[in-house]
């Protein structure tokens, strides 16, 4: 399956997982750019969260990275559990919470990821609703690719 065919699929999960790695990397330019807020010390905590939640969403939407980084095995056991629909939806809705109380501090650039995270929520909940199954996007290594490699 191509990836215009994989959006055509209206799968909200698909959706769900490239809205994912959009917040992958909107997470880690804006959590470090963030991170010189000095006049108020608790955006650099939020920010520092935020820089947290980028190599978890990767591992999350790409499953292929499993394979072949070293991590830990307790590390593996979490990620690995992260697997419905609303499994996903919850843990994007949680990082997207934790993103809009850095708006009680000030208003900032983390007010995208709040969005983008809760976007994504929103796919992957449609998608459990909708009782679509995750579909994992082949282009990010998913359905099979994993099995090609190794």
């Given amino acids: 399956m ?3 065919e994989e959006f055509r699929s209206r799968n909200f999960s698909i959706y769900g ?4 790695v959009l917040c992958m990397i909107l997470c880690f330019a804006l959590g470090l750019a ?3 807020h000095l006049a108020k010390p608790l955006v650099i905590i939020f920010s ?3 820089l947290v939640c980028s190599p978890i969403i990767l591992f999350i939407e790409i ?3 499993l394979r072949i980084c070293p991590t830990s095995a307790k590390f593996d056991a979490l990620i690995r559990k992260v697997t419905t629909n609303y499994i996903r939806a919850g843990v994007y809705g949680v990082m997207s919470i934790v993103q809009w ?3 009680t501090q000030t208003a900032t650039s983390l007010l995208v990821p709040a969005v983008f995270l809760l976007f994504t929520a929103v796919f992957y ?3 459990a609703v909708k009782g ?3 579909v994992g996007s082949k282009t990010l290594g998913g359905a099979g690719v994993a099995q090609m490699i190794v």
């Avoid at 997982?17 to 994912?20: H, P, T």
């Fill in 125 to 127: 909940l449609l998608a």
């Fill in 101 to 103: 109380l850095s708006l």
């Fill in 132 to 134: 679509q199954g995750f």
């Fill in 48 to 50: 520092i969260i935020c």
């Fill in 17 to 20: 997982q490239w809205c994912g």
């Fill in 63 to 65: 499953p292929l990275l």
């Fill in 34 to 36: 963030n991170i010189f």
């Fill in 2 to 4: 191509t990836l215009a």
